[in-house]
Structure formats: structure tokens, C-alpha cells
């Protein structure tokens, strides 16, 4: 993305500077709710391994069990996330940002639970033993810049900020301190 580009989304909640691939694993957010948190994950497919189309095939319900050990335990799951950040800053959008994408689980912000109902899911390519890439950082700032221009968004914060004790990502290597030196929206990291 070039700093030329539109910062808001489509009408739809689609934005135009990300790859769209749609997922079928959202619904409709609740009467007059809209995000107002974000969450950052991290996932790999097979886990600790980047660079396939492992986790777009995850979010659009086309995994193939066979493929791999480890895809025989979540092949039926059902999951996605509104974005997808490769390790190479690619931007794939799988669920518009008006609806309720599949991603945050058994969760609870601030007293609030059901964090999909109200929070936008973003994943980066990445795991627990390894650092995340620069291109990612770049690309996620850009990204939070531009959700933060079109949404009412007081939070952004972990997995494991909204489900405590069940998850860990975006995990030990992901930056926060790097993502605040990087202008991302003083006040409202985690």
C-alpha cells in the first residue's frame, strides 16, 4: 500500500488495498454494534511452518486432513479472522469488517464477553518460537492506522489478553513496545 491510497473501506466493509478471499465462517454482528476492539493473533499452518496457503485454505473450510498430521485435529473446525498478514506483508481479507468474523473464541475484554461481536481479528503469519517479520509490522501499522480511521476502536491487544490461560498468541516474539515506536495509536495498545 502507498500512503496515496484510501484509507476507508468500501461502504461494505471491504478494503480495497487487501487481497479478498471470502470465508464463509462469519455472521451478522449484533443490532448496533460495531468494532470497537482488535485482536492480534498468530497462527501457522503446519504450525511453525510459513509460506503455504495452509491457513486461507483453514478460513474458507478447504483443509485438507490428509495433508498433514496436525490438520486431522482441526480440519472440521470452522474459524476465520477479517485479515491475514504474511510474513512477506501481503494483506488478505477474508471477512468484511460489518460482520462478525470467527476468531477470538471463548473471550472477554474488559468485562465485556463474546469479543467477536464487537472486535475485528487480525492475523499474522507467525507462531511463539519465531520473531515476526518487518514487512509485517509495516503492513499491520498501516493496517490499524486505517481500521482506527473508519471504526470507534478504544483497544488493541492479544489472543491471549481475551482468552487468558487458553491462548498465547500473537505470542513472546510480537513487539508491542516496536509497535508503539512505530506511531501505532498511543492510548489504545492493550
Same mark, same amino acid.
Given at each position: 500500500?502507498?500512503?496515496?491510497?484510501?484509507?476507508?473501506?468500501?461502504?461494505?466493509?471491504?478494503?480495497?488495498?487487501?487481497?479478498?478471499?471470502?470465508?464463509?465462517?462469519?455472521?451478522?454482528?449484533?443490532?448496533?454494534?460495531?468494532?470497537?476492539?482488535?485482536?492480534?493473533?498468530?497462527? *501457522?499452518?503446519?504450525? *511453525?511452518?510459513?509460506?503455504?496457503?495452509?491457513?486461507?485454505?483453514?478460513?474458507?473450510?478447504?483443509?485438507?486432513?490428509?495433508?498433514?498430521?496436525?490438520? /486431522?485435529?482441526?480440519?472440521?473446525?470452522?474459524?476465520?479472522?477479517?485479515?491475514?498478514?504474511?510474513?512477506?506483508?501481503?494483506?488478505?481479507?477474508?471477512?468484511?469488517?460489518?460482520?462478525?468474523?470467527?476468531?477470538?473464541?471463548?473471550?472477554?475484554?474488559?468485562?465485556?464477553?463474546?469479543?467477536?461481536?464487537?472486535?475485528?481479528?487480525?492475523?499474522? /503469519?507467525?507462531?511463539?518460537?519465531?520473531?515476526? /517479520?518487518?514487512?509485517?509490522?509495516?503492513?499491520?501499522?498501516?493496517?490499524?492506522?486505517?481500521?482506527?480511521?473508519?471504526?470507534?476502536?478504544?483497544?488493541?491487544?492479544?489472543?491471549?489478553?481475551?482468552?487468558?490461560?487458553?491462548?498465547t498468541d500473537p505470542g513472546p516474539f510480537f513487539d508491542w513496545q516496536r509497535l508503539a515506536s512505530l506511531g501505532a495509536l498511543p492510548g489504545i495498545l492493550g
Amino acid at each position: 500500500m502507498s500512503q496515496g491510497e484510501p484509507v476507508v473501506p468500501q461502504h461494505s466493509g471491504w478494503f480495497e488495498m487487501a487481497r479478498r478471499i471470502d470465508s464463509p465462517n462469519f455472521d451478522e454482528r449484533p443490532d448496533g454494534v460495531r468494532a470497537s476492539l482488535i485482536v492480534v493473533h498468530a497462527i *501457522s499452518l503446519p504450525p *511453525s511452518q510459513f509460506g503455504s496457503d495452509d491457513v486461507e485454505r483453514l478460513f474458507t473450510n478447504a483443509l485438507d486432513s490428509k495433508r498433514h498430521p496436525y490438520f /486431522e485435529q482441526i480440519s472440521d473446525l470452522r474459524v476465520s479472522a477479517h485479515f491475514f498478514i504474511r510474513r512477506n506483508g501481503e494483506l488478505i481479507q477474508f471477512v468484511s469488517c460489518s460482520k462478525r468474523a470467527w476468531h477470538a473464541g471463548l473471550s472477554c475484554w474488559e468485562g465485556e464477553p463474546r469479543c467477536n461481536d464487537f472486535s475485528l481479528g487480525i492475523e499474522l /503469519e507467525g507462531c511463539d518460537e519465531y520473531p515476526f /517479520e518487518d514487512t509485517q509490522y509495516v503492513r499491520l501499522i498501516e493496517l490499524l492506522r486505517m481500521l482506527c480511521t473508519s471504526y470507534p476502536i478504544r483497544s488493541i491487544v492479544g489472543h491471549c489478553d481475551i482468552a487468558p490461560g487458553r491462548k498465547t498468541d500473537p505470542g513472546p516474539f510480537f513487539d508491542w513496545q516496536r509497535l508503539a515506536s512505530l506511531g501505532a495509536l498511543p492510548g489504545i495498545l492493550g
